[in-house]
């Protein structure tokens, strides 16, 4: 089965511009999440779809973030306006069942950087 | 609030040696546990985890951990570490909120030098 796949891999952006990524999820997996790593920081989770409904959205930093899964297929994440503390790595994982016996499936990342 | 801590941001080891990657947690109720490993350039992949049953739980790759409730760890382990085995290791903790919204460790880079 094709793995959870995101784009892009790498973005460059100036301070204030906006930025989409999108996520992929496997085929049939009904949860989708988003995670970040800020610099040699820890994985935080940000939030989580089931199809194309938010369940969880308590770990979005801002209103600067927009996430969005139309027809529950992919997703994206918008960054807009991009501000410097935005740099980090963005995971996008889906799972058959939002459960602890369905673990996660990570995509590559993609990694932001904000000049 | 749940938390995880891994206390090494580094491990060496020689190839063919023991590993062990250090993790303890704190969370209210019954742990769930997860190690994650992240090759260069790749997502994290999914090595084990622990819900309930034995103390000593078996993954991926020869790898295994083992929970100690007493000591609210969950090191992970292998008996002889390989220069493949050279990547960044995740534990991680279910929410309290239940579900895989996960809340993970900062991270260990493990190097297996020849």
């Known amino acids: 089965e094709a793995g959870v796949t995101q784009f892009p891999s790498h973005s460059v952006i100036e301070k204030g511009q906006t930025v989409t990524l999108r996520c992929d999820p496997i085929?049939?997996?009904?949860?989708l999440y988003w995670y970040r790593r800020v610099m040699g920081k820890e994985i935080k989770f940000l939030l989580h779809?089931?199809?194309?409904?938010?369940?969880?959205e308590s770990g979005m930093p801002n209103n600067r973030f927009l996430a969005e899964r139309t027809g529950g297929t992919y997703s994206t994440l918008k960054v807009q306006p991009a501000e410097l503390e935005d740099s980090g790595v963005y995971f996008c994982?889906?799972?058959?069942?939002?459960?602890?016996?369905?673990?996660?499936?990570f995509g590559n990342g993609t990694r932001l950087t904000v000049t | 609030a749940q938390s995880v801590a891994q206390p090494e941001d580094q491990v060496n080891v020689a190839e063919g040696n023991p590993l062990t990657v250090k993790c303890t947690y704190s969370?209210?109720?019954?742990?769930?546990l997860f190690w994650y490993v992240q090759y260069p350039n790749r997502g994290l992949q999914f090595l084990l985890k622990?819900?309930?049953?034995?103390?000593l739980v078996k993954g991926s790759y020869g790898f295994e951990a083992e929970f100690n409730k007493s000591q609210t760890s969950f090191h992970l382990k292998k008996p002889s570490a390989l220069v493949s085995d050279s990547a960044l290791y995740f534990c991680?903790?279910?929410?309290?909120?239940?579900?895989?919204?996960?809340?993970f460790g900062t991270g260990t880079q493990l190097k297996v030098e020849l």
């Open positions: 994982a889906s799972s058959q069942v939002d459960g602890p016996n369905s673990p996660l499936h």
């Open positions: 085929s049939g997996h009904d949860n």
């Open positions: 779809f089931v199809k194309e409904s938010k369940q969880d």
């Open positions: 969370v209210s109720g019954n742990p769930y």
């Open positions: 622990y819900i309930t049953g034995d103390n």
């Open positions: 991680a903790v279910r929410d309290t909120g239940g579900g895989n919204k996960l809340t």
